[in-house]
């Protein structure tokens, strides 16, 4: 009951609840499996309350598995890949390998450092994505937009990490303001609320000129009241439109920690999506996030 009053409340604040929440979807199966164990045991009162906590946890979690995949007829598709390169340890070929296979027009890159930069040009995104942002650094704070389109540089976002800011021209389409995302991870009490700041001064939607689409490591769970209150500026989430919301997609290697879902790609209302998937890639601890947009037709194209 404390767990559900605290997600439902937002009341999550500073460490270690912020890490807490973030595995909101494993305390529902706990509450089914103790809903069980008190009905056999005929603990009336008990089952009550735990009924009504996973009710609740349940109206908090299982609307991200009932989506599906939207149609636009006459929309235009803009298929978005982002991947978190693992301090620049992922193996660029399969990153080329996995953007190539699904056509990717728009890559979103966190934790890429020089080294990795040269190596994704080699494997081929020197020739695939001629028009880039690329913000490469030491550790974990580089990053980068790589687009087939043309863009113009917006910069970055204030913040530690760097995540750069693009508009993009879509051939046949309306162009959109497109972010690699990537706060700081809440990890000790002090980055925690630097956390909190940093996913809070994130674009709201509507904020720009253009259409705003987010995608990148939000090191957030849809459980976290401060990204939740950023998609309700107007803002949805590919996985949980598609029905893919509890695909998680940090750690991708067996580790103590269960795996939980960072990753985001999120688009202004009036954006629509179709085929979105996560794909393992050797070298990060992050899986890439693959979102298929669809923009609304423009008349006369």
């Not at 070929?93 to 040009?121: F, G, M, N, W, Y």
């Not at 809440?186 to 939607?205: N, V």
């Not at 269960?258 to 085929?275: C, M, N, R, W, Y």
Request: net charge negative; hydrophobic share 45%; glycine share 8%.
């Amino acid at each position: 009951m404390l767990w559900a009053i605290v997600r439902f409340g937002g009341l999550e604040r500073g460490f270690p609840l912020v890490q807490l929440l973030a595995y909101t979807p494993y305390m529902l199966l706990i509450s089914l499996f103790a809903l069980l164990f008190v009905v056999l045991c005929r603990r009336w009162l008990a089952a009550g309350f735990l009924l009504l906590a996973v009710i609740a946890l349940a109206l908090a979690v299982l609307p991200r598995e009932i989506g599906e995949p939207e149609t636009v007829p006459g929309g235009q598709p803009v298929r978005v890949l982002t991947v978190n390169l693992g301090v620049g340890y992922a193996h660029a070929d399969q990153v080329a390998e996995l953007a190539r296979s699904r056509d990717v027009d728009l890559v979103a890159v966190q934790e890429l450092t020089p080294e990795a930069a040269d190596e994704l040009d080699r494997a081929g995104f020197a020739t695939d994505y001629p028009h880039r942002i690329l913000q490469p650094d030491t550790g974990a704070t580089g990053g980068a937009i790589y687009s087939r389109w043309p863009l113009r540089d917006r910069g970055s976002l204030a913040a530690e990490f760097h995540q750069p800011v693009a508009d993009i021209e879509i051939p046949a389409s309306i162009p959109i303001q497109f972010v690699s995302v990537h706060p700081m991870a809440p990890s000790t009490p002090t980055r925690t609320s630097q956390w909190a700041g940093e996913i809070k001064s994130l674009p709201k939607a509507f904020s720009a000129g253009l259409p705003l689409v987010l995608a990148g490591d939000f090191n957030a769970t849809l459980d976290h009241v401060n990204l939740r209150d950023l998609i309700d500026s107007g803002y949805r989430d590919a996985a949980e439109v598609t029905g893919e919301g509890l695909i998680t997609t940090w750690p991708s290697k067996i580790e103590p920690k269960l795996p939980v879902t960072l990753d985001h790609v999120l688009a202004e209302k009036g954006i629509s999506f179709g085929q979105y998937d996560v794909e393992k890639i050797d070298g990060t601890d992050h899986r890439a996030v693959f979102a298929e947009l669809i923009l609304p037709p423009v008349p006369g194209n």
